[in-house]
Each structure stands twice: as structure tokens, then as C-alpha cells.
């Protein structure tokens, strides 16, 4: 056999085994791209995202879109050609398995966490929604989860409203946590709680709870970055009560990052006219209780996303403006806000068509 044909033979074959190669090796990383985008002022698997009664609505137009990342899934594990096809990709971003599934954990886990915080980013957003209209919200702290093993677990429940930890009147959360990091491991500390049962209750009847309990735990030490910190094993959260009903209908939906736009879609159906001007607005990014907006992962797969169904405009966190911007799709705007209200007049801007004050990222 002639040397050139052996030799490119040899390179054929090295060729062949290096991309079956390729296909077989795994590699620790994931890969995000754009997810779907849905608008929360209409409707979704055959129903309306955002659903209001007891209160009146009004009519809107436009679009206020949040969007979404998909993500290999935590099980996955992606091969060497695919990675490589997933960096050349424009649309796609490859990022180390750990970044999306950080301590190893499970497809279950990141699952049941995403839900967690999606119905979380809902409570904050009817929230913040409501505080920005002046409408009064009742809340309280609650038992927001317990510890399997721990001191607290089969005395406090989740959905249990503490009142008050040692005799002192718990406002925030966070009292919580301080109030018993007082004590040193191995004292008792008092919970003063209405059970979650008398609380449901109260609220069906629409009543004041009257029945309260004293519970007294045993503080256990903290062993996480090795201090020596007393714990019960519990995380408090906040719960409210609603003037009225408020309910958001989308599935197959998880994380905190939709906040936003929940909340200006339900301030835009409680009050006249249109927030959008009938423009195509899209957006992401957390909000709390007071409506600040935080940052989010994924923005640069939203934000093409975003354009890819029509936005024009997008309601970009503050810090995930520098990403964003890096590489924003033709034809979007991205607009930084830090709070409800940034969106907000944002918006007014958009459909007064003066845009050329707007905060955009970049700038």
C-alpha cells in the first residue's frame, strides 16, 4: 500500500475512534438553553395565568412575558462531542455540572427546591403587588420547615405560627434565628405557637386564632462551619392573608426568577388601563416582600428567548445588567430596575412612547 494512502487511512481511522471516543467519555458539565416564555396577562395550557376574584379587574393588552432556562437534568451526563457542539452553539451555554446541581444533589431534590421557591416568588409577588396599591396584606412568621432528626421535629410543624420565642414578640423571620442562638447548646427554649390546624381554621372562619401553645425544645449545635451555634432544627418563613383571592395557574414551572413579572401582572388586572401600551414586554428577576427585584441565573438563554417570541423591551435585574449586556439579541432593550417601582415607571415610559430617559443596561 503507498505511503499517502496508508497514512491517510491511519488518519481516517484516528479520526473515526477520536469521535467515538468523543461520544462515549462523559464530561461534568450541563447545558442551559432559551425555555419557553409565557405571558402572564393571558392564558396558558387553556386557562388564564393569573386569576382574580373577589376583586374587581380590568381589561389589559400587551405583553408582560416571564421567561425561562431549560437544563440538562441533574441524572444527565453529557459527552465530550456534545459539550463541544454546546460552546460553538450561540443560543446555548455549557457550564459546569455543579453550577446548576451544587453538594451533589439529586434530579428529585433540585425538583422539589424549584417548586419550593416558585410558590415562595408567588407569595411575594401577590405581596408586593398588593403593597404597591395600598391594599392591606395580614402576615406572620411561621414554621416554614422542619429538620427530620432534629430537637424540633414532631413538636413544631410546618405551617405553625410562632408568636413569640422565650416571651418575646416575633415580628420578622429572622427573629427567629437570633432569639434562639442566644441560648447556648443543650438550653431549652420557649415557642409560643398557634398550630397550623387552629391557624387554618381561624382563616376558613374568618376569625382570630384563640388557641396558643407553649413549646419547650432543647437546643442542639449547629455543624455547619464548624460553630458552635444552638439550633432547633427549624426554618421560619412568612405567610399572609389575602383581602382576596389571587391565584397564578402555570405548571411545569420552578424557581423564584418570575417574581417580577407575576407582580405586574397582577398590579396591571387590578388596576385601569393598560401597564404595556399593548408593546411586548418581557422580564425576570426575584422579588421580595417589599418588591425588590433580585438577580437570577440564565439571563443571557432569557433574554434570547425573550426576542426570539417577539419582546421588545425587557425588565433586566440590576446585576444581571453587565451579563446581559454582553451579548443582547438584536432589536431588545434592556431596561435595569432594582424595585417594583423602577418597572413600573419603566412601563409608564414605554407606553407613553418616551424611551429615551429609559434606565437601559449598559449605560
Not at 425555555?35 to 393571558?42: A, I, K, M
Not at 457550564?95 to 446548576?100: A, I, K
Not at 439550633?231 to 399572609?240: E, L, P, R
Not at 432569557?302 to 454582553?326: I, M, S
Request: net charge negative.
Amino acid at each position: 500500500m503507498p505511503r499517502r494512502t496508508a497514512t491517510m487511512l491511519a488518519s481516517t481511522l484516528m479520526l473515526i475512534a477520536l469521535l467515538c471516543a468523543g461520544v462515549f467519555i462523559p464530561v461534568p458539565y450541563s447545558e442551559m438553553s432559551p425555555g419557553p416564555t409565557v405571558n402572564t396577562l393571558g392564558d396558558h395550557g387553556g386557562e388564564p395565568v393569573l386569576q382574580v376574584s373577589g376583586r374587581k379587574t380590568y381589561p389589559t393588552s400587551g405583553h408582560l412575558n416571564m421567561t425561562t432556562v431549560r437544563v440538562t437534568s441533574a441524572d444527565y451526563r453529557m459527552n465530550l462531542v456534545e459539550a463541544v457542539y454546546g460552546w460553538l452553539a450561540h443560543d446555548n451555554k455549557v457550564v459546569p455540572h455543579e453550577t446548576l446541581y451544587p453538594d451533589g444533589k439529586t434530579e428529585e431534590q433540585s425538583t422539589q427546591e424549584n417548586a419550593e421557591e416558585f410558590s415562595q416568588s408567588q407569595e411575594s409577588a401577590k405581596v408586593a403587588a398588593l403593597k404597591e396599591l395600598d391594599v392591606p396584606v395580614k402576615s406572620w412568621v411561621i414554621v416554614s420547615t422542619v429538620v427530620k432528626g432534629s430537637p424540633a421535629e414532631g413538636k413544631l410543624h410546618a405551617g405553625d405560627v410562632i408568636k413569640a420565642v422565650d416571651g418575646t414578640m416575633v415580628k420578622e423571620p429572622t427573629d427567629v434565628a437570633k432569639l434562639v442562638t442566644k441560648h447556648k447548646p443543650g438550653q431549652d427554649v420557649r415557642f409560643t405557637i398557634v398550630p397550623a390546624k387552629e391557624q387554618a381554621a381561624a382563616e376558613k372562619e374568618k376569625r382570630t386564632p384563640t388557641k396558643t401553645q407553649d413549646i419547650t425544645i432543647t437546643t442542639t449545635t449547629s455543624d455547619d462551619s464548624g460553630e458552635k451555634r444552638a439550633i432547633v432544627g427549624i426554618s421560619a418563613g412568612t405567610d399572609h392573608t389575602f383581602p382576596f383571592t389571587i391565584d397564578i395557574k402555570l405548571a411545569d414551572v420552578g424557581g423564584p426568577s418570575a417574581g417580577l413579572m407575576f407582580a405586574l401582572g397582577i398590579y396591571d388586572k387590578l388596576t385601569p388601563g393598560s401597564l404595556t401600551g399593548g408593546k411586548f414586554v418581557a422580564g425576570t428577576g426575584t422579588i421580595d416582600d417589599e418588591g425588590k427585584v433580585g438577580p437570577i441565573g440564565g439571563i443571557e438563554m432569557k433574554t434570547v428567548g425573550a426576542r426570539a417570541k417577539g419582546a421588545q423591551y425587557f425588565l433586566t435585574p440590576a446585576d444581571n445588567c453587565e451579563a446581559a449586556a454582553k451579548d443582547t439579541p438584536e432589536g431588545l432593550t434592556l431596561i435595569k430596575v432594582k424595585t417594583i417601582e423602577d418597572a413600573l415607571g419603566a412601563l409608564k415610559d414605554i407606553r407613553g412612547g418616551d424611551t429615551a430617559g429609559l434606565p437601559k443596561c449598559g449605560k
